[in-house]
């Protein structure tokens, strides 16, 4: 249970640095 909750939280960080990441992109296009 543990160890897929840290898994989970991983994956939530990963995913928010990715959307970070595009929107960063985004707005230097513009």
Partial sequence: ML???K???EI???IMSVIA???TLQK???
Avoid: C, H, Q, R
């Fill in 12 to 14: 939530a960080f990963y």
């Fill in 21 to 23: 990441i595009v929107k």
């Fill in 3 to 5: 160890e897929s909750l």
């Fill in 28 to 30: 230097g296009d513009k």
């Fill in 7 to 9: 898994n989970i939280t």
